[in-house]
């Protein structure tokens, strides 16, 4: 009887760190911003970078397209290639928080859960001159911890509601049949600048960068705008 009860509490606090704020999020869409209504436009994200042998060619494609972008960047990755945050900046386009490290939220502890969100916004503030407003956790995946470091430091947690894949080898063709299958005014694209992630597939985001120029047209031939996502906040 003492065991079941153990069991039953240790069940309810897993529920509570990891369940909850997960189930909440990614099945029920609650408290995480996943779109926008009401718009003609759409926002281009990207998460994994800054890496410096895909993000500078990137860059490169969206100055060509016109496009301004947010990344979602890895703060150890970008404190050692400061430079490619600045020229992100100096573009146009915004910086926030994807993770100090590509660590998955639920399964870390609680002050290393915190230590994702407020070692980032503190070195992005402190070291990049960037005022962080969002905060998309590794893999979309939260828990309590980090959540309540979202709501202390006033970010506004988001996922996403174009997700395509592109963190395999993939031809830039089929990608773009897959965002143009979910694309909506409001859309939040995702697509990845890096490699380097545990799941992603060497070289990767060569595709990503080749389909800037034809997403550009599709996009805007539907009448869409790209915006930055704070746009919308
Ligand atoms: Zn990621």
Request: aromatic letters at 8%.
């Amino acid at each position: 009887m003492v065991s079941f009860t153990i069991v039953c509490i240790v069940v309810a606090c897993l529920l509570l760190y990891d369940g909850v704020p997960i189930g909440l999020s990614r099945l029920l869409g609650i408290g995480a911003f996943q779109s926008a209504k009401g718009v003609h436009s759409v926002a281009l994200t990207f998460d994994d970078g800054p890496d410096p042998n895909y993000t500078p060619r990137l860059l490169d494609a969206l100055r060509d397209a016109q496009i301004h972008a947010t990344f979602f960047v890895i703060v150890d990755k970008a404190r050692r290639h400061k430079e490619i945050i600045e020229r992100m900046l100096v573009e146009g386009h915004e910086v926030e928080i994807h993770g100090y490290t590509h660590a998955c939220v639920p399964l870390l502890l609680p002050w290393t859960s915190v230590k994702q969100v407020a070692l980032s916004s503190k070195v992005l503030t402190e070291e990049l001159s960037v005022s962080p407003r969002w905060y998309r956790p590794t893999w979309g995946l939260i828990n309590l911890p980090a959540w309540l470091a979202v709501k202390r430091l006033h970010l506004r947690f988001v996922t996403w509601s174009v997700m395509v894949g592109d963190w395999r080898v993939t031809e830039p063709d089929e990608l773009m049949r897959r965002i143009l299958r979910k694309l909506r005014p409001g859309s939040v694209i995702v697509l990845h600048d890096s490699d380097e992630t545990p799941g992603a597939e060497r070289l990767a985001p060569n595709a990503v960068i080749s389909l800037i120029p034809d997403l550009a047209d599709q996009v805007r031939s539907r009448q869409l705008d790209f915006v930055l996502l704070s746009s919308w906040r």
